[in-house]
């Protein structure tokens, strides 16, 4: 059965929640008619004119419309984890924090270690295309351990192979196919590219770039709110086991703050101001003081680190080398995502019907 939580709204929440969207699309009207000798994927260094610093503030006010609208009437607890769960989650926000933090300490630190790891074919791309194999391969094996299990449903258990599919693709398109590792020519119909590699995504590598990092946003934030409001008592297969884990929103929000040469567009900021309103909003939220002490860590990590990297401009080999750690997050957080969907259904499988 489908079940969603009846969360109790009212006409207040439905006019914030449009006032939201209508300014999101009103800013993305005057980037486009407005802001006349930029465009919507202008990169280059943050510009911090009181227009600009106006622009960001109404995109976080927005997204505190939008998310906030959310909430409902009624007083709701939540958890990040529960039962078996919480080891599991307690190890990877944890982790995924500290890595963080060393990431931002080594930038201050060493910047010329930080910019050397991140080089094309350097340590971060390597790992980041690495989780996203390693994310396939799990979600393989819970393929061929659950296809033809009679606590799985056969639908569930062909949505697990096509995760397998699409990290698969997103790993090879990061290494460009193993095209440099194999020494292959670029073929004729991937020449016109924008890096002349055979990678599909650089045919639009603006668009599709933001729409990675919008995406990721939306799987590793919004759906673990999502999730936490709505769908937390659900009975329904995939809501309980295949949606998002509720502490997957701490690696998806750290993800969102390693921004400086993309900081001027708007979906980097979109993603940006609205992980820093679910964590606040469901910190205020939590049961449990030690998850409200988890994320409130992980909304200090996550302002304080893009401070930084935002502020000592001067310290990049590379303006764009901090895409590359934001693109190692990502897949950290489509890792821990594979981990917590085959721990799941690893415990469904093992109930009685």
């Known amino acids: 059965m489908f079940k969603i939580a009846n969360r109790g709204y009212s006409v207040v ?105 991140s080089e094309e074919d350097g340590l971060v791309e390597w790992a980041s295309a690495g989780l996203l194999f390693a994310s396939s391969l799990i979600f393989v094996v819970n393929f061929l351990r659950h296809r033809k299990s009679s606590s799985v449903p056969r639908w569930a258990a062909w949505w697990l192979l096509a995760f397998a599919f699409v990290f698969f693709v997103i790993g090879m398109e990061e290494v460009s196919w193993f095209q440099r590792v194999l020494g292959i020519k670029t073929p004729a119909m991937f020449g016109e590219n924008l890096q002349r590699e055979m990678n599909l995504h650089n045919f639009a590598g603006n668009q599709v770039e933001n729409a990675y990092y919008l995406g990721a946003f939306a799987f590793l934030v919004v759906a673990p709110l999502l999730r936490s409001l709505f769908f937390a008592s659900s009975d329904n297969f995939c809501l309980q086991n295949l949606a998002p884990a509720t502490w997957l929103v701490v690696p998806g929000a750290v993800a969102c703050a390693y921004n ?7 979906f980097i900021q979109m993603a940006f101001f609205g992980a820093v309103v679910t964590l606040a909003m469901m910190a205020t939220m939590c049961a449990r003081t030690r998850d409200r002490v988890t994320l409130v860590a992980a909304l200090l990590v996550v302002l304080v680190s893009q401070f930084i990297y935002i502020n000592r401009g001067e310290d990049y080999a590379r303006i764009w080398e901090i895409t590359e750690y934001k693109e190692l997050f990502i897949p950290l957080g489509f890792f821990w995502y594979a981990v917590s969907v085959y721990s799941a259904v690893r415990r469904a499988s093992h109930r009685v019907p």
Request: proline content about 3%; aromatic content about 10%.
């Open 260 to 266: 400086y040469d993309m900081w001027d567009v708007i």
């Open 13 to 117: 929440a439905a006019c914030s929640f449009a006032v939201g969207v209508t300014a999101i699309v009103a800013l993305l009207a005057a980037e486009k008619f407005y802001w006349t000798g930029s465009t919507i994927f202008s990169e280059g260094r943050p510009d911090f004119s009181g227009e600009r610093v106006a622009r960001s503030a109404l995109i976080f006010a927005a997204l505190a419309l939008i998310l906030g609208s959310l909430k409902g009437a009624d007083t709701l607890r939540i958890a990040l984890s529960e039962g078996r769960d919480d080891p599991l989650g307690n190890v990877i926000m944890g982790s995924t924090l500290a890595l963080s933090v060393a990431c931002t300490a080594l930038f201050v630190s060493t910047p010329s270690a930080f910019s050397g790891a």
